[in-house]
Every structure is written in C-alpha cells, then in structure tokens.
C-alpha cells in the first residue's frame, strides 16, 4: 500500500504565507509527478502546481509568483510554498503523485487533503 499525508494547512490572514507538506509512504520504488489540487466549496478540483523527478515544475495562472512547489526525492516528500495569500486561495489542497510500487506498476495516489482558510 501507498498513501500520501498533507500537512501544514490552517488559518491566515490575507497576504500571509503557509506551507504545505505531503508525503508519500508504503511500498515505493519511484515517484515521478507530484501535484497539488485544490477545491474550493461548491467548485472543481484544479490543478494548482505539479513537479517532476527531475524537478520541472509547472504552475496555474492564478497562483504564478506566489506559489512555489518543491520535492525532496529522498524523503517522497513534495511542498507547496503559499505567499501573499487571497481569501480566492481558500480551499482544501490535495496532493497527488504517479507512484510507481516495488512491484512495478505505476498508480496515481491521492492525499487526503488539508484545508486553507485565508481570512481576515
């Protein structure tokens, strides 16, 4: 089994900065994409970042110089950096990662999720 764990979600106030945290466990022999989502209430999941193994990274519009994805392969870990946050920003943010396993196949792995409140 694999399973992805965010953290460091909360509350803050308009033009604040959290960081978060997801990290993969179990049976892993690579990772290659890690992403972070998020879902605002009542609206779809969208992409909000994603990085390779080889740490390309790719960022949506909305959050493009406020936001910085990051990875630590030793660790399975992937971060999300959030500055100068907006109340548009709230939403629970999910990571997702393509895992491939000891046994060779490759799954698509979805955290839980952690949630971001920004807020004066």
């Known amino acids: 089994q694999v399973q992805l764990v965010e953290s460091g979600g909360g509350l803050v106030q308009p033009g604040g900065s959290l960081r978060l945290s997801c990290e993969a466990s179990g049976s892993i022999f690579s990772i290659y994409i890690m992403r972070w989502y998020r879902q605002a209430l009542g609206k779809q999941r969208e992409l909000v970042a994603s990085i390779t193994s080889g740490s390309s990274k790719n960022y949506a519009d909305p959050v493009k110089g406020r936001f910085t994805i990051s990875r630590d392969n030793y660790k399975n870990r992937v971060y999300l950096q959030m500055n100068n946050l907006k109340p548009e920003d709230t939403a629970v943010y999910l990571c997702?990662?393509?895992?491939?396993?000891?046994?060779?196949?490759?799954?698509?792995?979805w955290g839980q999720g952690t949630q971001v409140t920004v807020s004066p």
């Open positions: 997702n990662a393509d895992v491939r396993r000891a046994s060779g196949a490759v799954v698509l792995i």
